[in-house]
C-alpha cells in the first residue's frame, strides 16, 4: 500500500530484556523511495523501561529526532508480556505524526502520547509503512527474539 495516511499498529514481545541501550523496534509510517521515512520507535532498555519516541530519516537513514525520547510512564518490560504500539502519520505540509504504546491487556490510552508536524519537502509524498527491529551494538546478550504480532496496517483517510 503507498499513501499519505497511514495508520500502523502490531504488538511486541522478547524473549528477554537486552544489555546495553537495549532493543529497538521501529515502525516506519511513511517511507518514500530515495527521500527517507518518518517513524516512531519503541525502546525496551534492560531495567524494562519502555520509551518512545518520534523521527525522521534522510535517505542516507540518518535519523533525527522530532519530539524528545520519552519514558511511558507506569510500564515496565518484563520479558514473555507483550506491548502496543500504534503510529498514525497523516496529510502532507504538513505531515502529522502520532505515538501511543501500552501493555497488553490494558485499554487503548485514549490520547497520543507523542503528536508532532512537520514538513520536510522530501518527505510529503505518499510511501509505504513497515517494521524494523535492532539490537543495539552495546548489547552482550545476543540473540534477542523480537515477536510481532497482529500487525495492521490501514489507510486513513485525509
Known amino acids: 500500500m503507498i499513501s ?31 527521500a527517507g521515512n518518518y517513524r516512531s520507535t519503541l525502546i525496551t532498555r534492560p531495567d524494562g523501561a519502555v520509551m518512545l519516541q518520534l523521527r525522521r530519516a534522510d535517505s542516507a537513514g540518518t535519523e533525527i529526532p522530532l519530539a524528545p525520547l520519552q519514558t511511558i510512564p507506569g510500564i515496565s518490560y518484563t520479558p514473555g508480556s507483550l506491548l ?40 510529503q509524498g505518499a510511501g509505504r509503512a513497515g517494521l524494523l527491529a535492532y539490537l543495539s551494538g552495546t548489547a552482550t546478550n545476543a540473540p534477542v527474539t523480537v515477536n510481532l504480532d497482529d500487525l495492521t496496517i490501514k489507510r486513513v483517510a485525509e
Open 4 to 34: 499519505t495516511g497511514t495508520d500502523l499498529a502490531y504488538k511486541v514481545g522478547l524473549d528477554e530484556l537486552a544489555t546495553g541501550n537495549g532493543v529497538y523496534i521501529t515502525a516506519v509510517g511513511r517511507r518514500v523511495d530515495g
Open 84 to 123: 502496543h504500539l500504534r503510529l498514525q502519520v497523516v496529510g502532507t505540509f504538513p505531515t502529522t505524526l502520532r505515538a501511543k504504546a501500552w501493555p497488553d491487556g490494558t485499554p487503548e490510552p485514549a490520547a497520543w502520547q507523542q503528536t508532532v508536524t512537520d514538513s520536510t519537502p522530501a518527505l
